[in-house]
């Protein structure tokens, strides 16, 4: 590969769109609404940390199966 082909390949990979995940995940990180969220849910758990008498525990429907 010569020097100019592997520049050529270098500009077109910086000039790309992101993959459509990366996307997704730019969009998320920049709502106002989810970040809120992700704010809540942290400090919840940060309330909830080292008292044991608080246990948070998930809904069985949300938890895979064992088997």
Same mark, same amino acid.
Not at 37 to 64: F, I, K, M, W
């Given at each position: 590969?010569?020097?100019?082909?592997?520049?050529?390949?270098?500009?077109?990979?910086?000039?790309?769109?992101?993959?459509?995940?990366? %996307?997704? +995940?730019?969009?998320?990180?920049? #709502?106002?609404?989810? &970040? =809120?969220?992700?704010?809540?849910?942290?400090?919840?758990s940060d309330r909830y940390v080292g008292n044991d008498s %608080?246990? +948070?525990?998930?809904?069985?429907? #949300?938890?895979?199966? &064992? =088997?």
């Amino acid at each position: 590969m010569t020097p100019e082909t592997l520049i050529a390949l270098f500009e077109a990979r910086a000039t790309a769109l992101p993959p459509e995940s990366s %996307q997704m +995940l730019v969009r998320h990180l920049q #709502c106002k609404e989810s &970040l =809120a969220v992700s704010r809540a849910v942290a400090e919840a758990s940060d309330r909830y940390v080292g008292n044991d008498s %608080q246990l +948070l525990t998930a809904p069985t429907e #949300c938890l895979p199966p &064992l =088997a």
